[in-house]
């Protein structure tokens, strides 16, 4: 926030959300621990930031990165008994100690009196233990009433007034609550009651699917409202937890997703669908041409190619989407094979010369268990090739390491050491330096190592965090301890 005034950003937002009063009210944080660009894109954090509106106690502001400041008034975090956290990616958790100590709140849960700090998002989900000194609550379930039913214990008995202990021994009678003070390890996670059994049953018709109430100039998807048409994922790829903190797969139906974005009439536009297998969506056609027919622009997002039919084709010409993302994770035919994205370089080239988009946006992985250098530069001559083959359009290739992410097929593996890593980007560097419609994202720093310890450590990687001044001292002391991951 720090390039922007909060009027700034609060004037570039169209909200459904209820005005609250402050005056008694109970002030309630909602946090996200990275930026407001990303956060206003995130249907996770916007989902709570509604909920909390669904309760007229509660006078709830949002908090980004770690500025201590609201986004809504400016005022301090301190003034908050209720802080809700989004963590959807490891990393901000650093974030997140950041704005505690900013703040002057205590890092440590045993250390706050008067005031609840409860952690969720798919950070969470995927492993909970190093937040168990920290948070005092930890929501590792999917269940939209559970989180209800945590605000409702919250807003009828602010912290504060009622007794923290009686407070965490309510909530942890909730479906998917942990309260590590209370119990070591987590509960097993519910299924959630609004899940279909598998992704050939008839979609689940009577639950309305999370979508923006908020949307802004500033997000990552500018005025844009988001609407998720799937949860989970039928496909297991080996690296990706999204099967696993997200089960059984979902589809909502069309009904269900006309009725959530129903709310917001014409006053938007563009309409982003979410979800990690959209061309799976069996009723994808028709929504796609629902929107169509009513002037909305439908933006989707990563797509596989090999579930796209001619009919899904013809109905993406139409939209108004710039940029293509596709996801095919390797080059090679041994690891095309092996993580179940056996789709050639033809059939990817087949399926963006029908498709309009200027820029091509492709997601590849390096690090991968028992991968060779004839792996990595076979990502190298796919990338080259596609961009060969459309000169004038734009190619992002985003190449990130692969990071082992706990309850995945490859949980166990190590991630890649540092220096091999960057071998290997430089390899695909060096491969495409010469292509002038080709850019490239390397989204690895050695910092980037840490989420591997957070995705897969336990409790005491949490303690070593909250423990240390600094990363440089918390990295120092995780190095030394040999049941813990190191940092080579």
């Given at each position: 926030?720090?390039?922007?005034?909060?009027?700034?950003?609060?004037?570039?937002?169209?909200?459904?959300?209820?005005?609250?009063?402050k005056k008694w009210?109970?002030?309630?944080?909602?946090?996200?621990?990275n930026?407001?660009?990303?956060?206003?894109?995130?249907?996770?954090?916007?989902?709570?930031?509604?909920?909390?509106?669904?309760?007229?106690?509660?006078?709830p502001?949002?908090?980004?990165?770690?500025?201590?400041?609201?986004?809504?008034?400016?005022?301090?975090?301190?003034?908050?008994?209720?802080?809700?956290?989004?963590?959807?990616?490891?990393?901000?958790?650093?974030n997140?100690?950041?704005?505690?100590?900013k703040?002057?709140?205590?890092?440590k849960?045993?250390?706050?009196?008067?005031?609840?700090?409860?952690?969720?998002?798919?950070?969470?989900?995927?492993?909970?233990?190093?937040?168990?000194?920290?948070?005092?609550?930890?929501?590792?379930?999917?269940?939209?009433?559970?989180?209800?039913?945590?605000?409702?214990?919250?807003?009828?008995?602010?912290?504060?007034?009622?007794?923290?202990q009686?407070?965490?021994?309510?909530?942890?009678?909730?479906?998917?609550?942990?309260?590590?003070?209370?119990?070591e390890?987590?509960?097993?996670?519910?299924?959630?009651?609004?899940?279909?059994?598998?992704?050939?049953?008839?979609?689940?018709?009577?639950?309305?699917?999370?979508?923006?109430?908020?949307?802004?100039?500033?997000?990552?998807?500018?005025?844009?409202?988001?609407?998720?048409?799937?949860?989970?994922?039928?496909?297991?790829?080996?690296?990706c937890?999204?099967?696993?903190?997200?089960?059984?797969?979902?589809?909502?139906?069309?009904?269900?997703?006309?009725?959530?974005?129903?709310?917001?009439?014409?006053?938007?536009?563009?309409?982003?669908?979410?979800?990690s297998?959209?061309?799976?969506?069996?009723?994808?056609?028709e929504?796609?041409?629902?929107?169509?027919?009513?002037?909305?622009?439908?933006?989707?997002?990563?797509?596989?190619?090999?579930?796209?039919?001619?009919?899904?084709i013809?109905?993406?010409?139409?939209?108004?989407?710039?940029?293509?993302?596709?996801?095919?994770?390797?080059?090679?035919?041994?690891?095309?094979?092996?993580?179940?994205?056996?789709?050639s370089?033809?059939?990817?080239?087949?399926?963006?010369?029908?498709?309009?988009?200027?820029?091509?946006?492709?997601?590849?992985?390096?690090?991968?268990?028992?991968?060779?250098?004839?792996?990595?530069?076979?990502?190298?001559?796919?990338?080259?090739?596609?961009?060969?083959?459309?000169?004038?359009?734009?190619?992002?290739?985003?190449?990130?390491?692969?990071?082992?992410?706990?309850?995945?097929?490859?949980?166990?593996?190590?991630?890649?050491?540092?220096?091999?890593?960057?071998?290997?980007?430089?390899?695909?560097?060096?491969?495409?330096?010469?292509?002038?419609?080709?850019?490239?994202?390397?989204?690895?720093?050695?910092?980037?190592?840490?989420?591997?310890?957070?995705?897969?450590?336990?409790?005491?990687?949490?303690?070593?965090?909250?423990?240390?001044?600094?990363?440089?001292?918390?990295v120092?002391?995780?190095?030394?301890?040999?049941?813990?991951?190191?940092?080579?």
């Amino acid at each position: 926030m720090a390039y922007f005034t909060r009027e700034k950003f609060l004037k570039s937002e169209i909200s459904l959300l209820p005005a609250h009063s402050k005056k008694w009210a109970v002030r309630a944080a909602a946090v996200f621990p990275n930026d407001y660009r990303t956060g206003m894109s995130n249907l996770g954090f916007l989902e709570i930031f509604e909920i909390m509106h669904r309760f007229p106690q509660l006078f709830p502001q949002r908090f980004f990165g770690s500025e201590p400041l609201s986004l809504e008034t400016g005022e301090p975090l301190t003034f908050f008994p209720i802080i809700a956290v989004s963590l959807s990616f490891e990393l901000d958790f650093l974030n997140l100690l950041s704005l505690l100590r900013k703040s002057g709140i205590s890092v440590k849960s045993t250390e706050r009196k008067d005031r609840i700090l409860i952690i969720g998002g798919a950070a969470a989900m995927i492993n909970p233990y190093p937040l168990a000194s920290i948070a005092d609550a930890i929501f590792i379930g999917d269940n939209i009433s559970n989180i209800e039913k945590i605000f409702k214990i919250l807003a009828e008995n602010p912290p504060g007034i009622v007794d923290k202990q009686d407070l965490l021994a309510e909530l942890s009678k909730i479906e998917g609550v942990w309260i590590p003070s209370l119990l070591e390890n987590p509960p097993q996670r519910a299924i959630s009651v609004n899940k279909i059994q598998n992704a050939e049953a008839t979609p689940f018709e009577e639950v309305t699917p999370p979508s923006s109430a908020i949307v802004s100039s500033f997000a990552a998807f500018p005025n844009m409202i988001l609407v998720q048409i799937q949860q989970g994922c039928p496909f297991r790829c080996p690296f990706c937890a999204t099967p696993v903190i997200y089960n059984p797969f979902q589809n909502f139906s069309v009904e269900s997703i006309i009725l959530s974005i129903s709310r917001w009439g014409s006053r938007i536009s563009r309409i982003g669908l979410v979800g990690s297998a959209i061309a799976d969506y069996p009723d994808l056609n028709e929504l796609l041409k629902y929107f169509r027919d009513i002037g909305q622009n439908v933006f989707t997002s990563s797509l596989r190619l090999d579930r796209l039919n001619s009919d899904i084709i013809e109905n993406l010409k139409l939209s108004k989407q710039r940029t293509l993302t596709i996801a095919p994770e390797v080059g090679s035919q041994k690891f095309k094979k092996i993580i179940g994205k056996n789709f050639s370089i033809d059939k990817i080239i087949s399926i963006i010369q029908k498709l309009p988009a200027k820029e091509i946006k492709l997601y590849y992985i390096i690090g991968l268990p028992d991968e060779e250098l004839s792996d990595v530069s076979a990502i190298g001559d796919e990338i080259v090739k596609i961009a060969g083959e459309f000169p004038n359009r734009k190619i992002i290739a985003s190449v990130n390491p692969f990071v082992p992410k706990r309850g995945t097929k490859w949980e166990y593996f190590n991630m890649m050491v540092h220096k091999e890593l960057i071998k290997r980007f430089n390899i695909v560097k060096k491969m495409i330096d010469n292509r002038s419609n080709i850019y490239m994202q390397i989204n690895y720093r050695r910092k980037t190592r840490l989420q591997w310890v957070l995705a897969t450590g336990d409790r005491q990687v949490g303690e070593i965090f909250a423990e240390s001044d600094t990363i440089s001292d918390a990295v120092s002391k995780l190095d030394s301890r040999s049941h813990v991951f190191s940092i080579p």
